[in-house]
């Protein structure tokens, strides 16, 4: 399976993006996803997840209020809505493919992973 990962950009303080992830060559709709985010000089560090169905979501402690993913089984996509943006959400913004079906914050729990998308945001 091959996950692109797109949506990202320049966003001022406070604004909203959305970035989205499509699973291509295999479904992933039958497995949990997630997104991980790395900023510069720094690891990679989880954002959030969902369940193969949708039915259980799980987020960062920092992004919790401000950030949402969802996803659309039958494009086999995932999606992650980030509002309140702040400064320190700017990274490159990765999408993964659990190798279950629950949700999961390890990054060891993930078999595959998008290239990545910049989120910028501006103060």
């Known amino acids: 399976v091959q996950l692109q990962a797109s949506g990202g950009g320049l966003v001022q303080a406070g604004g909203s993006l959305r970035i989205s992830c499509t699973c291509t060559?295999?479904?992933?709709?039958?497995?949990?996803m997630g997104w991980f985010r790395q900023a510069a000089g720094k690891e990679r560090e989880f954002v959030a997840a969902i369940s193969w169905n949708g039915g259980n979501t799980l987020y960062e402690d920092s992004v919790k209020g401000r950030f949402t993913m969802s996803r659309d089984r039958i494009k086999n996509s995932v999606y992650l809505q980030m509002n309140s943006l702040k400064p320190e959400d700017t990274a490159v913004y990765y999408c993964?493919?659990?190798?279950?079906?629950?949700?999961?914050?390890?990054?060891?729990?993930?078999?595959?992973w998008g290239q990545g998308t910049q989120v910028t945001v501006s103060s």
């Open positions: 060559r295999r479904t992933c709709s039958n497995n949990g």
């Open positions: 993964a493919q659990n190798r279950g079906t629950s949700t999961a914050t390890i990054r060891g729990s993930y078999t595959y």
